[in-house]
């Protein structure tokens, strides 16, 4: 017989967001049921450090940062589910949201799933996942000690995991298809002065090649369309992100970003249904925004719920 479960407000996603919008509902006695996912906090447990979090002026660990997240919306009542979603249906009221283990009905929703990394789509690289294709330094940069690595990227997240990388490789250089950084000005004089860091201007990776683990990358300049084959034991890919809306239905709006379309309450073009952080942020995609809208999306997801029972 399966098993039904029905909450007044379900949230998908446990990352900053997520567990932001579950400590205001818990305050609001919604009882919140929280459905962690497969990557418990999101994308700040990948992250080593979080150096632009108020309250922490010597940075704190993304996964320590989870952590505490986690702890504060336990204590005022939320719950959280270990589970993966597989489907959500607001078709009909209430709406309702299939997990592996068991499916949850609620009667407001407050979307958080984040992002997943991009990759480069290249020949390669889907065949040398864990074998020197990485999108995770925090994940892998042990592995790499005393290697030569390469980071595809030149925004902050990059540089902040380009720098990490430096803890264990003897070598980081840092493959930017333009000719000047993304990332703030703190991060990049950190990168130019580190000793460990070369950086590869106006270049692309055309395929990484390795049999079975990673040994060199085949890149293209540009300007000149020249291209060479380096050796690399192995390459860390920071290009960005791509919302994780692929479970929901086409009842739902997107912006041409590819993110949920919001209101100013962040209630999606779904009533009742509400969305915040990476999902729904195309601008900032900070952890500091992403806990602010997960707050508001809280406030406004109660007094929604607060208008049902007029």
């Known amino acids: 017989m399966e098993n039904i479960q029905h909450h007044p407000l379900v949230i998908v996603g446990a990352g900053p967001a997520g567990l932001s919008a579950a400590i205001y509902a818990a305050r609001a006695e919604l009882k919140p049921v929280v459905v962690t996912g497969m990557t418990l906090y999101g994308q700040v447990s990948l992250t080593n450090t979080i150096e632009n979090y108020p309250g922490f002026p010597d940075g704190i660990g993304g996964p320590e940062l989870g952590e505490l997240f986690e702890t ?142 990673t040994h060199s990358l085949l890149v293209e300049n540009v300007q000149s369309g020249i291209q060479e084959e380096i050796p690399s034991d192995g390459i860390f890919i920071f290009i960005g992100h791509h919302p994780n809306t692929a479970i929901l239905g086409e009842e739902f709006k997107l912006t041409a970003q590819g993110t949920l379309e919001v209101d100013d309450h962040l209630q999606t073009n779904v009533p009742g249904v509400f969305a915040a952080g990476d999902v729904a942020d195309p601008l900032y995609r900070q952890v500091v925004t992403s806990a602010g809208m997960g707050a508001a999306a809280a406030i406004s997801a109660t007094t929604y719920l607060e208008s049902l029972e007029e």
């Open 72 to 213: 504060q919306a336990k204590r005022y009542g939320a719950e959280l589910v270990y589970d993966v979603v597989q489907s959500i249906d607001v078709s009909s009221r209430p709406f309702t949201v299939k997990l592996l283990e068991t499916t949850l009905t609620s009667d407001a929703l407050i979307l958080t799933m984040g992002a997943d990394p991009n990759k480069l789509q290249i020949p390669g690289e889907d065949r040398l996942v864990g074998r020197g294709v990485s999108y995770c330094a925090t994940c892998d940069g042990w592995f790499f000690k005393d290697k030569n690595i390469h980071v595809v990227g030149g925004g902050d997240s990059a540089l902040e995991e380009a720098l990490f990388l430096t803890r264990f490789a003897s070598s980081v250089t840092i493959i930017h298809r333009r000719d000047q950084l993304r990332a703030g000005i703190l991060l990049e004089n950190r990168a130019r002065k580190h000793p460990k860091i070369h950086f590869m201007w106006n270049t692309v990776v055309r395929e990484i090649r390795g049999d079975e683990a």
